[in-house]
């Protein structure tokens, strides 16, 4: 009778975990689509530069803004690139293991070696979440989102800094 119980108990909790496994990584993700002038980069004055792009590929997910993850290809010149905001500490999130055309091991290696340069894509995409591009010399771009410093302190509770805009009433 124990023996039955222990494995029934097993099953379960591999059924339980399968389907946890399955929501954390494949559910939730959908598609993402791009048109030129969707993506930009942000310069010194604030203003957004367009990022002319090609072979874009993009994941999001309705349940955290932290999980969009993209792709591309660009042919953006260099004196534009010498005008956009560099993040020198960026570091890439780890994307799905299905999603393999972006590598945040090698990218995060790769902006610490100097092969890449992340730049500020969208400030504030969306209260507290930064979108980051990161461009290789050979036109290959990575993109994803970071929680800035406003979110950082407005997520866990904490009164904004000086420097953040007002918080939206549904964080407050």
């Known amino acids: 009778m124990a023996r ?5 108990m097993l099953v379960v909790a591999a059924v339980f975990g399968g389907a946890m496994y399955y929501l954390q990584v494949y559910a939730y993700y959908e598609d993402v ?12 004055d604030g203003d957004p530069i367009t990022l002319p792009f090609s072979d874009f590929t993009g994941i999001d997910a309705i349940s955290s803004p932290l999980r969009y993850r993209a ?5 953006i010149d260099t004196a534009t690139l010498a005008a956009a905001i560099p993040l020198p500490f960026a ?3 780890i994307a799905p293991r299905w999603f393999d055309c972006f590598d945040a091991p090698q990218i995060g290696a790769d902006l610490r070696e100097g092969l890449a340069t992340a730049y500020m894509g969208t400030a ?4 507290g979440i930064d979108r980051v591009i990161a461009v290789y010399p050979d036109g290959r771009a990575y993109l994803w989102h970071e929680i800035n410093a406003c979110g950082e302190a ?3 509770r904490y009164p904004a800094p000086d420097t953040c805009p007002p918080a939206p009433e549904s964080l407050q």
Do not use: K, M
Request: charged residues 10%; hydrophobic residues 45%; aromatic residues 6%.
């Open 91 to 93: 570091e890439p999130r």
């Open 33 to 44: 689509v791009a048109a030129q002038g969707d993506i930009t980069l942000t310069v010194a």
């Open 4 to 8: 039955i119980l222990i494995v029934g």
């Open 154 to 156: 407005v997520f866990n």
């Open 71 to 75: 792709c591309l290809s660009t042919d």
């Open 124 to 127: 504030n995409l969306q209260y």
